[in-house]
């Protein structure tokens, strides 16, 4: 059972270039959720996703962009990158989003120079 | 605007002895409370969670504590066990979203 699975895990990007953070989940959950993590600092929601085709920002939403045209992914675009978008970014996955606990995946570390 | 608060960036208790880690948030509407774990290069990992109308929740060697007046939650590990050193999320719902806390790095000492 692989739960949440992220990729890559590692990534070096130069500003300005574009990539996609890949998330999927085999747990049928209807909720997803991407979160970044900044060194000192808690979660911070950029977008989820209540189920396919529905999509809403969080906190830090700005610089990021996701689509879920299916129930088991949510990519996370990133089109210009900046330094800022250093971080780690986790994504997560709920049944219902509400009484139940994320499952979160590993995790993407991403430095922009 | 931090609405979760762990005030405490670090903690170290010795093996067998309590460890509490606390949480302070903002936020009258939140209503369902959790902890998390997280080794490093690993994904946070559920621990335990406790509703607004509850003030305690047990789960083996852990208990959260719930005191809404005060905006406080509290973790209690007893007993400690090296294998526990992790560094330790609160979180908090409304609204389909949880808000996080910035963490403890919890140490137990053999």
């Known amino acids: 059972n692989a739960g949440v699975t992220q990729t890559p895990k590692f990534r070096i990007l130069k500003i300005g270039q574009s990539m996609t953070l890949q998330c999927a989940q085999d747990?049928?959950?209807?909720?997803m959720y991407w979160y970044r993590q900044d060194p000192g600092m808690g979660l911070k929601l950029i977008y989820y996703s209540v189920g396919a085709g529905i999509t809403d920002k969080g906190e830090v939403p700005n610089g990021y962009n996701v689509s879920r045209s299916t129930t088991e992914d949510f990519p996370l675009r990133l089109e210009l990158a900046a330094p800022s978008q250093t971080s780690v970014y986790f994504c997560?996955?709920?049944?219902?989003?509400?009484?139940?606990?994320?499952?979160f995946g590993s995790g993407t570390r991403l430095t922009v120079v | 605007d931090q609405q979760v608060k762990q005030n405490s960036p670090s903690l170290s208790v010795q093996e067998g002895r309590i460890s509490i880690l606390n949480c302070d948030y903002t936020?009258?509407?939140?209503?369902?409370f959790l902890w998390y774990k997280k080794y490093p290069a690993e994904g946070p990992t559920f621990l335990i969670s406790i509703s607004s109308i509850k003030d305690k929740n047990e789960d083996g060697r852990f208990t959260v504590f719930l005191n809404k007046s005060a905006k406080h939650l509290s973790l209690h590990i007893v007993p400690s066990q090296p294998g526990d050193s992790a560094v330790y999320f609160c979180a908090s719902q409304a609204s389909n979203q949880f808000y996080f806390g910035t963490g403890t790095s919890l140490t137990v000492i053999p």
């Open positions: 997560a996955s709920s049944l219902n989003g509400l009484n139940y606990g994320y499952t």
């Open positions: 936020n009258s509407m939140f209503d369902y």
């Open positions: 747990m049928n959950h209807n909720y």
